[in-house]
């Protein structure tokens, strides 16, 4: 199945066809107030934590570096996810961040690991389920 997530900063105008809007920052974006940014959500969950935050914009840490601990944040924690999923499923997922480069934000890479699970998920439940049991039992012996 394919899903819809799009990226955007949280300063571009509202399209209708947004469908859920979650702001996935751990601050809140400057100057902007809840209402006008008709959000479905606030996940600061999903976002990569304050340390590794602060260390990719001081630049101690490279864009590789940043990804790679990010990812493994993710995978330590696959419940922060949940909520993201589920709002995929439903329709398009519009992920919004303050950062004013969504291509260096930490989006592309939460896209991407959404999508993933989501697919893991889907071929999971395309598997079949273990086979009926035909032997005889207890009582028929």
């Known amino acids: 199945m394919s899903y819809d997530i799009v990226l955007k900063r949280v300063y571009q105008t509202i399209e ?4 859920a809007r979650v702001l996935v920052d751990r ?5 902007r107030r809840r209402e006008p940014l008709a959000l ?3 996940y600061r969950d999903a976002s990569p934590s304050p340390a590794l935050r602060r260390q990719y914009h001081d630049n101690a840490i490279s864009r590789n570096v ?3 601990r990010y990812r493994g944040e993710l995978r330590d924690h696959p419940e922060v996810l949940t909520p993201l999923m589920k709002l995929a499923r439903q329709g398009r997922l519009t992920l919004l961040t303050a950062t004013r480069s969504i291509d260096d934000s930490h989006l ?4 991407d690991i959404v999508i993933d699970a989501l697919q893991q998920e889907d071929q999971a439940d395309a598997l079949p389920s273990s086979p009926p049991c035909y032997g005889k039992g207890e009582e028929e012996q």
């Not at 601050?27 to 100057?31: H, I």
Request: charged letters at 35%; zero cysteines.
């Open 40 to 42: 479905a959500d606030w």
């Open 16 to 19: 209708e066809d947004d469908g």
């Open 27 to 31: 601050l809140w974006p400057r100057g």
């Open 108 to 111: 592309p890479i939460l896209r």
């Open 66 to 68: 940043f990804e790679i």
